[in-house]
């Protein structure tokens, strides 16, 4: 048999992780409610569904968005013939308006730094071929999505240095964590090319303030480093503080602009990952241009840039669909991390994002990642849910875990939440001694009785928690 290449022998796609082994018990046996009840609930796909009748009500209402359609074919040749890399002018002139709405229109962005990829994935590794060389590094803070060791690390040949964050102050990345992992890159004889931040966080779920954000700009700016914004989750941003984006800072600070680069997409914000619509935006007019001759190897189809062009350029449409989305996540979030909390599981404080961040580590037999991992394999294989354990996006302590709440219908939630509750139930009973148990039912009792209160329509806000919840039905 003849040889192949490196790449396509290793495990640098990294599909080797606990992150990966989720997604294919899922697909072995993927739940539905009715053909497969007691198959696996997908919570490990970060993905918003929650504003398609929008989205459909919009498309019905404007047929010649489509090429398909009888008002649309008139289009079709010119749209379906060769398309310069550099993307069609609307379609880069509507997604520069749209990132602009997004963060509330406190800055505005040149669509000739627009520069296509196909999806997030592929812009990141544009971004990485451009900025560094095989054997050189990416300070990156941890926990972070476990893609990136794909996205930016397999076919570059470019390392990933962690640096690590922390519970005790909420994972906040500090200027004492950037200066430890440029030092620890720095022992390993790496040379540090950039900086990665996700903001809004994947998988915590929070933002970065405007203090921590302007000493990342002085610490990059001081090292020489450049520093690429992955704010994806943008316009996922449901309640207060506001989200603050990198290119924000660099208006307000001195700050080198050749070092800025921001990826962005629209598969989280719209809802659109199977668009796969990347971009790289960088202040950088060498990176744009380089950046512009690789996306000859993963342009967004000129199909998919007519229909994106004419959504977003419709004013109307996209602020209310902003806002709408703000809403629905909203609600979800609270609903969810509610429920969760009357079985006695926490997460960390967030206002973004189509997740939380899962605190388990109660349950762990003992504070290691083997015992995350026995944990996460009763929650996959028993409890039939896909959560992905904090150990896969790199987190340094154990028993975190990423959940998706954004994914799924409501009737699917339900059943997540009545497998997550039976399962608290099942693990408390077994821990408490036979002599308490009694007592322990008592209190469950008054516990349903706290939450029948705290639902009765007299006391409950427009956002409350609807009294339909499972974890609210549920008695035993």
């Not at 796909?45 to 074919?73: M, R, Y």
């Not at 090319?193 to 929070?206: E, R, V």
């Not at 993963?298 to 209310?320: K, P, W, Y």
């Not at 580590?361 to 354990?389: C, G, Q, Y």
């Amino acid at each position: 048999m003849v040889a192949m290449s490196k790449i396509a022998t290793g495990n640098g796609h990294g599909e080797n992780s606990p992150y990966f082994d989720g997604w294919k018990a899922y697909e072995t046996n993927p739940f539905h409610p009715i053909d497969r009840p007691d198959g696996v609930i997908q919570m490990g796909l970060a993905e918003n569904q929650l504003c398609f009748d929008s989205i459909k009500k919009w498309l019905v209402k404007h047929p010649e968005a489509s090429l398909c359609t009888a008002e649309g074919v008139s289009k079709f040749k010119e749209t379906a013939l060769f398309q310069d890399y550099h993307g069609m002018p609307q379609f880069r002139q509507a997604v520069a308006k749209f990132m602009g709405k997004v963060r509330g229109d406190k800055v505005k962005f040149d669509p000739d730094r627009i520069v296509m990829s196909g999806g997030a994935t592929g812009a990141h590794e544009m971004v990485a071929f451009c900025l560094a060389d095989p054997g050189e590094a990416f300070l990156v803070p941890t926990p972070y999505y476990p893609g990136f060791d794909r996205d930016l690390r397999w076919r570059t040949g470019v390392e990933l240095v962690p640096v690590v964050c922390e519970s005790h102050n909420n994972f906040k990345i500090t200027r004492n964590a950037l200066e430890a992992a440029y030092e620890k890159a720095q022992e390993a004889n790496l040379r540090v090319k950039g900086l990665l931040i996700t903001n809004p966080s994947n998988p915590l779920g929070t933002i970065l303030d405007r203090e921590t954000l302007e000493g990342i700009v002085s610490f990059i700016n001081e090292k020489n480093i450049h520093l690429i914004g992955d704010e994806i989750y943008a316009a996922t941003v449901f309640m207060e503080p506001e989200f603050v984006s990198i290119s924000e800072i660099i208006e307000e600070v001195e700050c080198n602009r050749d070092l800025i680069h921001i990826v962005y997409s629209l598969s989280k914000d719209m809802g659109f990952p199977g668009f796969r619509v990347g971009i790289v935006y960088s202040y950088n007019d060498a990176v744009v241009s380089c950046a512009r001759k690789m996306s000859s190897f993963g342009l967004v189809s000129s199909q998919t840039q007519h229909l994106i062009a004419s959504m977003l350029s419709d004013d109307d449409f996209v602020d209310n669909f902003i806002a709408e989305s703000k809403e629905q996540l909203f609600k979800r979030h609270k609903y969810f991390t509610w429920s969760l909390s009357q079985v006695g599981i926490g997460s960390l404080k967030s206002n973004a994002g189509l997740f939380i961040w899962m605190d388990l580590r109660k349950l762990l037999k003992e504070k290691t990642f083997e015992a995350e991992m026995d944990l996460w394999k009763v929650i996959i294989h028993e409890v039939k849910l896909n959560v992905s354990p904090g150990s896969s996006f790199h987190c340094h302590e154990p028993g975190w875990f990423r959940v998706c709440f954004a994914n799924m219908d409501y009737n699917t939630m339900e059943v997540a939440l009545l497998r997550i509750r039976s399962f608290m139930l099942k693990n408390n009973e077994a821990m408490v001694p036979r002599n308490k148990l009694c007592r322990r039912s008592s209190l469950k009792l008054s516990l349903n009785r706290r939450m029948d209160d705290f639902m009765s329509p007299g006391i409950m806000s427009p956002h409350s928690p609807l009294p339909q919840s499972p974890l609210v039905r549920a008695r035993t």
